[in-house]
């Protein structure tokens, strides 16, 4: 069991910069390989970054890719969301996620465990 906890979202202007940060407790956190989904009012639950067990590989959705950066720190069992060049359309519910995996899942079906996501708004 792992209890998943997110925090910095806000409101911030187009081209501006958030840090998300998702912290962990419960089980080991070395045990998960964790991820970052959004979901917008009327939208489908997307994946936007996955990070493996230790940090050496990541993976991100093709809106995202370049302008977003997941990293982890497992001596504070937290991993981070660092938004850079927001758009309007990265508005959304941020929620990250964790999976008892080797590979790093895109589909989120494949996460055992939630937080309850912090709100990005971006105002143009």
């Known amino acids: 069991q792992v209890q998943l906890v997110e925090s910095g979202g806000g409101l911030v202007q187009v081209g501006g910069s958030l840090r998300l940060s998702c912290g962990a407790s419960?089980?080991?956190?070395?045990?998960?390989?964790m991820g970052w989904f959004r979901q917008a009012p009327g939208k489908a639950r997307e994946f936007v970054a996955g990070i493996s067990r230790y940090g050496a590989n990541t993976y991100y959705s093709d809106s995202v890719k370049g302008r977003f950066t997941i990293s982890r720190d497992n001596a504070r069992n937290t991993v981070y969301l660092e938004m850079n060049r927001l758009q309007p359309e990265d508005t959304a519910v941020y929620l990250c996620a964790a999976a008892a995996r080797v590979a790093v899942p895109r589909d989120g079906s494949d996460y055992g465990y939630w937080g309850q996501g912090t709100q990005v708004t971006v105002s143009s």
């Open positions: 419960g089980r080991s956190f070395t045990t998960y390989v």
